[in-house]
């Protein structure tokens, strides 16, 4: 169990993902995101949401800098971390990063990918990957001022600055901060809201979100257009207004 680099634990509507390496921070090795692969294409096909949490009291401190000095411009072209949270990005139902500790580098561009985010006061998050002659390539340099605004994004990436949770909060990079004896129950938590909603809606919602501008507002239509053809948009509506005519 200990050598197996991410634990899988699934429910009926949601799936916890633990990375396993706590011997080295949770650092992101070939091991690991070949694992991450292979859940991916788990919840794609039996969608549902996922619950993202690292282990011994660390997110993920980057990816395995043994591993990453070594690699060269093929390994670069071949995108190893970028196609990993790209496909995590993409994941048909919502995806929760739960952070404590360190979450810098790659770890913290895995939590960008991510659709919601919630910490430890222990966080801390940043990409210090110039420091040691890099970029962030993983989605950072594009992702992250989508997330906190240009200026802020620009602190991180260019000047090595690193958030702590209440800086992170305050940017809303972080949705919620929680004592780390809750952090796993707040992401089940969220969830339960998340499950609570229409499951096909939350699908198609997530995807015309992060469909591009030219896409709108066609894309939006024929996601309507599927969901009113649905039991579970008529059965939801007629639940309400009998709700309603109840109060009356």
């Not at 429910?11 to 916890?16: G, P, Y």
């Not at 970028?82 to 360190?102: E, N, Q, T």
């Not at 802020?152 to 004896?181: D, F, M, S, W, Y």
Request: glycine content about 8%; overall charge neutral; proline content about 5%.
């Amino acid at each position: 169990m200990s050598e197996m680099p991410l634990l899988v634990e699934e429910f009926d509507d949601r799936v916890v993902l633990r990375l396993n390496r706590p011997e080295v921070r949770n650092a992101i090795d070939q091991a690991l995101v070949s694992a991450l692969h292979d859940a991916c294409a788990q919840l794609e096909r039996s969608p549902r949401v996922a619950l993202l949490i690292g282990s011994g009291g660390t997110f993920a401190a980057g990816a395995d800098i043994g591993q990453l000095r070594e690699r060269r411009r093929d390994d670069a072209l071949a995108g190893i971390n970028s196609a990993i949270f790209d496909r995590i990005h993409r994941l048909p139902m919502p995806v929760v990063a739960l952070l404590d500790g360190y979450a810098l580098g790659g770890g913290a561009e895995l939590a960008y990918a991510c659709d919601f985010r919630i910490g430890t006061p222990m966080v801390k998050i940043g990409n210090p990957e110039p420091g040691l002659g890099i970029l962030a390539a993983a989605g950072a340099a594009w992702r992250l001022s989508e997330l906190v605004g240009e200026p802020l994004a620009k602190e991180i990436l260019l000047a090595g600055r690193t958030l702590t949770a209440t800086e992170a909060h305050a940017a809303r990079l972080l949705n919620e901060v929680v004592p780390a004896a809750d952090l796993e129950a707040a992401g089940h938590r969220l969830a339960d809201r998340i499950t609570g909603q229409a499951p096909l809606a939350v699908r198609l919602t997530k995807s015309v979100f992060h469909a591009p501008r030219a896409a709108h507002p066609l894309i939006d239509n024929v996601a309507q257009a599927v969901l009113f053809e649905t039991s579970d948009k008529h059965d939801r509506m007629t639940s309400f207004l009998e709700r309603r005519k109840e109060r009356k």
